[in-house]
C-alpha cells in the first residue's frame, strides 16, 4: 500500500496535533499500521500501531496515555492524536504498514510499507 502522513508541525510544549495517515489506491483491510519516529540520531522507534480489522492498538510504553491511535474506516485513515506534547516528542513521525503475526507488531522490521513522514517539533 501506498502511505501518506500528513499533520506535523510546531507546537508549543504542552499543546496537541493529530496526525494523519492515508493510502491510496487500496485499503488497509487486514493489515497493522503503525506509527514510528525517529529524531535526530536515534534509532526509529515505535509510537502506536493498530491491527485494522480488529481495531487491536497497542502503544510505546514511554508515551505515558498522552497519544491515541484510531481509525476511520469510511475515510480509510488512521489517526494519531498527540496530547500534552513534550519536547523529546520532537521526531519525524512516519506510518507504515504491514501484515505480521500479532507477536511481531512492535517490530519495526515487519512493516513494509513506509510513507514520507510528517515533522512534529515541540519547542519548551
Known amino acids: 500500500v501506498q502511505l501518506q502522513a500528513s499533520g506535523g508541525g510546531f507546537v508549543q510544549a504542552g499543546g496537541s496535533l493529530r496526525l494523519s495517515c492515508t493510502t491510496s489506491g487500496s485499503t488497509f483491510r487486514d493489515y497493522t499500521v503503525g506509527w514510528f519516529r525517529q529524531a535526530p540520531g536515534r534509532e526509529r522507534e515505535l509510537v502506536a500501531g493498530?491491527?485494522?480489522?480488529?481495531?487491536?492498538?497497542f502503544y510505546s510504553d514511554l508515551l505515558e496515555g498522552r497519544f491515541t491511535i484510531s481509525r476511520d474506516n469510511a475515510k480509510n485513515t488512521v489517526y494519531l492524536q498527540m496530547d500534552n506534547l513534550k519536547p523529546e516528542d520532537t521526531a519525524v513521525y512516519y506510518c507504515?504498514?504491514?501484515?505480521?503475526?500479532?507477536?511481531?507488531?512492535?517490530?519495526?522490521?515487519?512493516?513494509?510499507?513506509w510513507g514520507q513522514g510528517t515533522q512534529v517539533t515541540v519547542s519548551s
Open positions: 507504515a504498514a504491514g501484515t505480521m503475526i500479532h507477536g511481531l507488531r512492535r517490530n519495526r522490521d515487519a512493516y513494509k510499507d
Open positions: 493498530i491491527k485494522w480489522n480488529s481495531r487491536h492498538t
